[in-house]
């Protein structure tokens, strides 16, 4: 069974930053795309960043410029560094993997899933 541990949530002033990590168990991690979603009170689950298993990303247009999204293939883990944070970008986060290695943005699309990891961002 695959597991996806996320970590590095947490409160922070509005313009900080913060880094989550996502820790994959198991020995295909490389061949697998990895997304982060996010989901508000009220409010939809939504794809903020994702990566292919070439390292082709996405993400989406309230977060370009701000986040980073990278791999690390050799500790089966992902990152998602959030910069210039905003209040609108409070919510939990989540990642997920997707066995077929190409970015989708649909919560359906992807096979597991992490826990998820709370971001606050005070104004």
């Known amino acids: 069974q695959v597991q996806l541990v996320e970590s590095g949530g947490g409160l922070v002033q509005a313009g900080g930053s913060l880094r989550l990590s996502c820790a994959v168990s198991g020995r295909t991690f490389s061949s697998y795309a990895m997304g982060w979603f996010r989901q508000a009170p009220g409010k939809e689950r939504e794809l903020v960043a994702a990566?292919?298993?070439?390292?082709?990303?996405y993400y989406t247009d309230s977060v370009k410029g701000r986040f980073t999204i990278s791999r690390d293939n050799a500790k089966n883990t992902v990152y998602l560094q959030m910069n210039s944070l905003k209040p609108e970008d409070t919510a939990d986060y989540h990642c997920a993997a997707r066995r077929n290695g190409i970015i989708r943005g649909t919560p359906s699309a992807y096979d597991y899933w992490g826990q998820g990891t709370q971001v606050t961002v005070s104004s």
């Open positions: 990566i292919s298993w070439t390292s082709t990303t």
